[in-house]
């Protein structure tokens, strides 16, 4: 049997027509019987870079018996013109999440997938703080068990205060050494209390992770990189699946 934590946690591949572009992570979220794909902000579009994916393509695990077989699952980005992502800006600006919602009916029978629900947000912020342990679910550099199509995690911590603002951002840090296409990946902690309402995904959903932080005046020669992350508060999925 796969973890469940692992079927929560999707390779995205970003498309324009036929051709790759990129590699990141996303994960499911489902509310009120709707099903989201959540990955970065900057998966969909980047317009520093011109990053532009008119589509993404996910992994799909779709048989119980055989944790090889997967269908690969193409998610359109525009309706004509119109992007088909929801995003969010709070007072500092946009935020670097953004839910794609998916068309539950369309998906194959079998498929194999434990969505996040509101239920795994934190209730009390009180629950985490600076120094806990949490794990960080992804695809760096596109690594990934490539036979059974499933992830990694990376061990971290929090790095900052918990539920303050990191530098009046929507964000805290993480203490972890991350990589490209960890993008969107879920940052989580494991559940020591009751957990009604979460099913079988016994852990918390804490942010998003976006990026690794760096100072613009670090010294390349001499200092090495801080190793810290952004992760933008779970929270903003409340307003983004609305």
Not at 169 to 179: E, P, W
């Amino acid at each position: 049997m796969i973890e469940s934590l692992l079927l929560a946690v999707t390779r995205v591949s970003t498309m324009s027509g036929g051709r790759p572009l990129t590699g990141a992570t996303g994960f499911f979220f489902e509310r009120d019987d709707r099903l989201f794909l959540v990955t970065s902000r900057h998966v969909v579009i980047d317009e520093a870079s011109n990053h532009r994916p008119d589509r993404l393509e996910i992994e799909l695990h779709v048989d119980a018996k055989n944790s090889g077989a997967v269908s690969q699952w193409s998610i359109p980005l525009y309706g004509g013109n119109q992007p088909l992502w929801r995003q969010g800006v709070d007072s500092a600006g946009s935020v670097d999440v953004v839910a794609v919602e998916i068309q539950r009916p369309a998906l194959p029978g079998t498929v194999l997938l434990s969505p996040f629900t509101p239920a795994h947000l934190v209730a009390e912020l009180d629950q985490i703080e600076v120094g806990n342990p949490v794990l960080i679910v992804g695809f760096p550099l596109g690594f990934h068990d490539s036979l059974h199509h499933l992830p990694v995690a990376r061990q971290a911590v929090i790095a900052s205060a918990f539920g303050i603002r990191f530098q009046g951002q929507g964000y805290f840090l993480t203490d972890a050494r991350m990589h490209r296409g960890t993008s969107g990946a879920p940052v989580v902690a494991r559940l020591t209390t009751e957990r009604s309402g979460r099913g079988d995904l016994a852990w918390m959903l804490l942010g998003v992770h976006s990026a690794r932080m760096d100072m613009a005046d670090r010294d390349i020669a001499q200092d090495e990189r801080l190793d810290l992350n952004c992760a933008w508060y779970a929270d903003v999925l409340l307003t983004l699946t609305e």
